[in-house]
């Protein structure tokens, strides 16, 4: 692939993937109007991890504390979100869903999966297989500003 082209298409990959993130942001707000993205993304990784620290949280998003004690009191104020002590450290504290965060983080996302699957419903099966390869590669890499793990939402090789 001569340079030009190679160009053309990273600033072509890099524009769309502007557009998802803006029609992300704007489609959370839209299933559930308090829960913001981050609040999405935030609920989420404790369901998957089954609690963790906030600082755990701060680390693997690449995010200041300061900004993730606003969003965990946020979520704690609204009721998704509670403080338990480590059964192993009791210094430490972790954060859990709650049974309204479980529901919530539930219908949002069911309402995303929905929104996707309607929108991905005139794919062929192999082009989904392909895209959902991609994205997995996409996501993977490890240089950047993020590094490690913590640029990385989901396991590898789903869709390999």
Not at 31 to 37: A, I
Not at 38 to 48: I, K, N, P
């Amino acid at each position: 692939m001569p340079d030009d082209t190679a160009d053309t298409a990273v600033e072509t990959v890099q524009r769309e993937m502007t557009a998802f993130a803006r029609r992300a942001r704007a489609s959370a707000g839209r299933m559930h109007p308090e829960l913001s993205l981050v609040s999405y993304t935030l609920l989420g990784h404790l369901e998957e991890t089954d609690g963790c620290r906030a600082t755990d949280l701060a680390a693997h998003y690449a995010l200041d504390k300061s900004t993730v004690s606003r969003q965990v009191s946020a979520l704690e104020r609204a009721g998704l979100v509670e403080r338990r002590p480590d059964p192993d450290d009791q210094r430490v504290q972790v954060l859990h869903l709650t049974e309204a965060g479980r529901r919530i983080l539930a219908q949002v996302t069911e309402s995303r999966r929905a929104a996707f699957r309607e929108r991905l419903a005139g794919w062929p099966p192999e082009d989904l297989v392909r895209f959902a390869a991609y994205l997995e590669r996409y996501n993977a890499w490890r240089g950047g500003p993020l590094g490690g793990d913590e640029d990385r939402l989901a396991p590898p090789g789903t869709y390999r």
